[in-house]
């Protein structure tokens, strides 16, 4: 079943690709539609991928509950599985037509987010397809099925770190601690890529002091964990919740376990 929830997440994000990028950066994606269910403003690109999502959750017909950043929760039959999606992270980069925003999608078998199954990030501007099956690996392909190869992360490197949600009244010190340990550092604007291109050792730690949200990080944090990486708050332990729209917490993404007190000892200096 898992392997039919994938290519249902495949179909949408195919779909989405062709009718969010073409829309990108217009004065027509920007247009402002109200707040969605998880309090930040919802704009026409947003809603354009959300249907997408629902329309393809009514054809599949397969019970289930939706947890969406914009409409929501949305009862499709079931309270089990919750398929928890962000329809576009990196929205402002979407609005301004900056090539780096995705679709975020993951299943869950409960309502915990340790009960998450399947995770699909698409990186909507050049088609490159990341998911994974719990205890199945991860994988890196292209929406138009040109590729597909197992994602190994073999990096020992940690110098490259990529960090959103930074407080500037708040986090200062963090921010400098950042900026004199870390050889290069970035704020890319899409909490689903970050994590996905840390999997794939592109990256080397991900920080995201401000609390995030389960849509934003939920099918990134199947396949991290696939590729041996891990999440922790910002203590250094690992971490469920409930999954819905009010929970939500600071945490550190990490290539490995190996490297938890490293990113404390910066992040305490």
């Not at 699909?120 to 597909?148: K, M």
């Not at 990486?229 to 917490?249: A, R, T």
Request: charged fraction near 25%; include cysteine.
């Amino acid at each position: 079943m898992e392997d039919r929830w994938l290519d249902l997440f495949k179909t949408m994000g195919k779909r989405i690709f062709y009718e969010v990028k073409k829309i990108a950066g217009t004065e027509k994606a920007k247009q402002t539609l109200g707040k969605g269910a998880g309090g930040d403003v919802t704009v026409f690109i947003d809603k354009v991928a959300e249907n997408i999502v629902i329309e393809e959750l009514k054809r599949f017909n397969v019970p289930c509950m939706l947890l969406s950043e914009e409409v929501g929760i949305r009862d499709f039959g079931s309270r089990v599985p919750i398929v928890v999606v962000d329809p576009i992270d990196g929205s402002l980069n979407a609005k301004r037509g900056i090539p780096y925003y995705a679709f975020s999608i993951a299943l869950s078998e409960t309502s915990e987010t340790n009960g998450l199954t399947v995770g699909y990030v698409l990186n909507i501007p050049t088609g490159e397809e990341f998911s994974a099956i719990r205890g199945r690996g991860a994988f890196l392909s292209d929406v138009t099925g040109s590729f597909q190869k197992h994602i190994v992360n073999e990096s020992n490197s940690f110098s490259f770190a990529v960090c959103e949600g930074i407080d500037r009244t708040k986090d200062v010190r963090m921010f400098e601690s950042m900026v004199n340990h870390f050889y290069r550092l970035r704020m890319m604007g899409s909490t689903a890529l970050d994590m996905c291109y840390l999997s794939a050792g592109f990256f080397d730690v991900f920080i995201h002091p401000l609390p995030s949200r389960v849509v934003d990080w939920s099918a990134a944090g199947v396949i991290l964990k696939e590729t041996g990486g891990v999440m922790v708050d910002m203590k250094g332990h690992e971490f469920s919740f409930p999954l819905n729209l009010n929970e939500s917490c600071a945490f550190f993404a990490l290539k490995s376990k190996k490297d938890i007190e490293k990113i404390l000892k910066i992040m305490n200096d």
